[in-house]
């Protein structure tokens, strides 16, 4: 499975971005796919997922902020970004779980300035 990300990039601190994540493979033989960052000397942490039962999880820090969404026909998942913070300045990252595998897109920075 490859993923390649897009929509990063310098934003002023409360702008909004989207990021987009386009699988190679039709997306409905995911067990699960997610956001992650990580930021510079910081642990990569889950942003948001969802599972292939539609269930979706997001982080506390994002919450109300950020809504993970995905087109079927595009093989493509998206995370809408609102009210971005200097705190959100990190790599992001797609992850996809296929049975027993995992899978990672290449990341995409995203720099909130205050």
């Known amino acids: 499975v490859q993923l390649v990300e897009s929509g990063g990039g310098l934003v002023q601190a409360g702008g909004t971005l989207r990021l987009s994540c386009a699988a190679s493979e039709s997306i409905f033989s995911f067990n699960s796919m997610g956001w992650y960052r990580q930021a510079p000397g910081k642990q990569r942490e889950l942003v948001a997922r969802i599972t292939s039962g539609r269930s979706t999880f997001y982080a506390d820090f994002v919450k109300g902020r950020f809504t993970f969404s995905r087109d079927n026909a595009k093989n493509t998942v998206y995370l809408q970004m609102n009210s971005l913070k200097p705190e959100d300045t990190a790599v992001y990252y797609c992850?996809?779980?296929?049975?027993?595998?995992?899978?990672w897109g290449q990341g995409t920075q995203v720099t909130v300035s205050s």
């Open positions: 992850n996809v779980v296929q049975l027993n595998w995992e899978y």
